[in-house]
């Protein structure tokens, strides 16, 4: 790598000209190709989705953006909090939808606790649960562990066999297909555009649901790194609360951090890591930006394209037999 070892500079970005260059596309974007009047937003109270809701706020005016807070049975209170403190401080119209009884309804805490008893039979009221990853960052094939706590505060863990791997995901997973069905159902009802809040590590790396917060009419900031939200969020002038939040997925019980469940270094390390590899950046020239060995680096990269193998279906449109002519997405 010549001139400067990397480091956070190699982030910097033009903040005020990347905001209005956002803006302007979203306008154009949800006006005139979409002819939609104004943009649904499920504010989670992170990081990501408080600044497209900022920056949705600053295209169509909070008059034309509807905020929406999808809490459920394992969601932290701190969520819930943090999305309305962004939907007061932008002045928007916002409403909170409990999704817990339709997942429940649906199946979606029997189906993971059924897998979870396969592990642990104890497994059942009062008790918690999250994923984390493990395998990639050393070189191996990344699997998986199921972590539990007991009521009285006991935690073990074990790993997942494929099969109660799969069923806990695919439980979990009806938690943001349902909320994407509430936040479709009020874009109809308004003749509004949905936004979708994915930054570039997670659309990269398939960190996201399949027709679940993968789905969505835009996606403002899917090209920009985590570490470039995050300054663009002091840059909107977002509360502190929000601007100081370590991400987490906040589909468990248990506290997980995003780099615990899935990515393999924390996301100002990893952003660096994939901003290196899409640049061609030597594994040594890593290694030494990063504070790993060699061999560390070697694996982040093996693993950032073993992502990209194993999650390119959750980026593939429908598979037809043959093009129909006449339609042009």
Request: proline share 4%; charged share 25%; aromatic share 10%.
């Amino acid at each position: 790598m010549t001139g400067r070892a990397l480091g956070p500079h190699v982030l910097d970005l033009d903040l005020a000209a990347e905001v209005d260059r956002i803006c302007g596309w979203m306008v154009d974007t949800v006006a005139n190709r979409l002819k939609r009047r104004g943009v649904i937003i499920a504010m989670s109270g992170g990081i990501d989705s408080s600044v497209c809701a900022a920056l949705a706020v600053r295209a169509f005016g909070a008059g034309k953006v509807y905020g929406i807070l999808l809490p459920e049975r394992d969601s932290s209170h701190k969520s819930a909090d943090r999305g309305a403190l962004v939907g007061d401080h932008l002045g928007v119209t916002y409403e909170t939808f409990d999704i817990a009884p339709a997942l429940a309804a649906i199946g979606c805490y029997r189906e993971r606790d059924e897998a979870i008893r396969r592990v642990f039979p104890a497994y059942g009221e009062g008790w918690k649960c999250k994923l984390a990853i493990a395998g990639g960052a050393q070189g191996g094939i990344n699997f998986f562990k199921i972590v539990v706590q007991s009521p009285d505060g006991a935690t073990e863990e074990k790993r997942l066999a494929l099969k109660e791997y799969l069923q806990v995901v695919a439980a979990t997973n009806y938690k943001q297909r349902i909320r994407k069905t509430v936040e479709y159902y009020h874009a109809d009802r308004l003749n509004y555009a949905v936004i979708g809040t994915p930054n570039r590590l997670e659309y990269d790396q398939g960190f996201f649901v399949k027709n679940g917060d993968g789905s969505a009419d835009i996606k403002p900031i899917a090209h920009l790194y985590k570490t470039q939200v995050y300054a663009m969020a002091r840059h909107l002038g977002l509360p502190d609360e929000v601007c100081n939040a370590a991400p987490t997925t906040d589909t468990f019980s248990l506290a997980q951090g995003q780099d615990e469940f899935y990515f393999a270094l924390p996301y100002h390390q990893m952003d660096l890591a994939l901003w290196a590899h899409n640049h061609g950046v030597p594994v040594g020239d890593v290694a030494a930006g990063l504070g790993l060995t060699e061999d560390q680096a070697r694996f982040i990269y093996a693993d950032i394209d073993a992502k990209r193998r194993t999650t390119w279906y959750l980026h593939a449109r429908p598979q037809l037999l043959e093009p129909v002519g006449e339609i042009h997405p």
